[in-house]
């Protein structure tokens, strides 16, 4: 039998089921792991191209040469992924823990200061994002405290939203209003009102 944890379900159906069933099952597992891969590929390049390549590189790509950098960046996080999974020391489960940490110190501090904080800028958002992720990068190479990382990339996200925020110029007038204006929405109507909207 296999000693990895993460093979439990698949070592499970073939030694329990009758190997039609064993099969059926596999083919589930099969199916849910490449629609989720798919998915996943397929958000990363549309992230990566539009996000990235035409808001900061080409802001005046055309649509075809978006269409072909969508796709060589399908083949590149595709690969990056392959050569993630070959490593055998490299669970499942771990990988996932890193980047759900990575996810929720870049994104995590923005979305609450950007509900929480009418200060906050464009820049702002930006510098949190960047610190947060870099910093759950470098505290997982570098192994400090023992301490999962999505906290201090968290702790360091806020901090460099606040600093970059309050560097820079203020948010606009119109700005400002439309943050009170839902603000003062959203305490004065009562909870069945917000749960309907």
């Known amino acids: ?82 050569a993630l999974a070959a490593n055998p020391d490299n669970r499942v489960l771990g990988l996932v823990s890193y980047a759900w940490a990575g996810f929720g110190a870049a994104f995590g501090p923005v979305v609450l200061f950007s509900v929480m904080w009418s200060r906050m800028t464009r820049n702002g958002a930006l510098a949190g994002m960047i610190i947060g992720a870099v910093t759950v990068i470098v505290w997982k190479q570098y192994g400090w405290l023992d301490l999962y990382e999505i906290i201090p990339g968290f702790i360091f996200g806020s901090l460099g939203i606040v600093i970059f925020s309050l560097l820079g110029k203020a948010p606009t007038a119109a700005m400002q209003e439309r943050f009170a204006k839902a603000d003062a929405h959203y305490h004065s109507a009562p909870p069945s009102k917000l749960q309907a909207e």
């Open 1 to 82: 039998m296999n000693q990895n944890s993460e093979r439990v379900f698949i070592e499970l159906a073939q030694i329990l089921f009758n190997p039609w069933i064993a099969g059926v099952l596999l083919s589930a597992i099969l199916a849910a792991v490449m629609s989720t891969l798919s998915c996943q590929l397929l958000v990363c390049s549309s992230a990566i191209t539009e996000d990235l390549y035409k808001a900061f590189l080409r802001k005046s790509a055309s649509q075809q040469e978006l269409v072909w950098v969508g796709r060589v960046m399908v083949l590149v996080v595709a690969l990056i992924a392959i």
